[in-house]
């Protein structure tokens, strides 16, 4: 009787081979779940990025900082986006004399930024090109030459299909979904 209960203990070999392919599904699922978490976080990284690098005009244009060592810039700062090159952006000044013009000019880039591979602009808002320039001293927000507009810059990463979107509103607030 004795031999019978010592027969019964322990796990039989297909009890073994069912907690072993369990345990590899559920590692298979978390591990695939990890990638596109860790994908869409990076596209929230490349999105704080991108506003930093609009706020980073809207202080020049706070501090009339220059951009040659010597002028400070008759029309501001901005960020010029076009979706005709959607994986760049740039950072200028805006020098058209007197007042400037509250649009990036040819010659006023001061440094163009690259999106990291596999992420693009996918659309702007309220045209395909968008100037976001900051006038000091106040500094007057200016989307396309107008003072009264809203942009939106919608980053697309193209391997999950994730989206991110920044928002800029006419009086200068910066908001990342």
Known sequence: ???????????????????IV?????????????????????????????????????????????????????????????????????????????????SYDVGEAIETKTLPVGVTISALSPANIVDIVFFPPDPVTYVNGLNNTNAQITLLENINNSTAMISVNFFGLIDTD
């Open 1 to 19: 009787m004795n031999n019978k209960i010592k027969n019964l203990a322990g796990f039989t070999l297909i009890e073994l081979l069912v907690s």
């Open 22 to 102: 369990i345990i590899a599904a559920m590692s298979g699922i978390f591990m695939v779940n990890y990638h596109n978490t860790n994908k869409r976080s990076e596209l929230g990284i490349i999105k704080q990025k991108l506003a930093s690098d609009i706020r980073l005009a809207q202080n020049n244009s706070l501090g009339s900082k220059t951009y040659d060592g010597i002028n400070t810039p008759a029309g501001g700062w901005g960020v010029h986006f076009s979706l005709a090159d959607p994986t760049h952006y740039i950072i200028f000044a805006d020098k058209n004399a007197p007042n400037g013009n509250q």
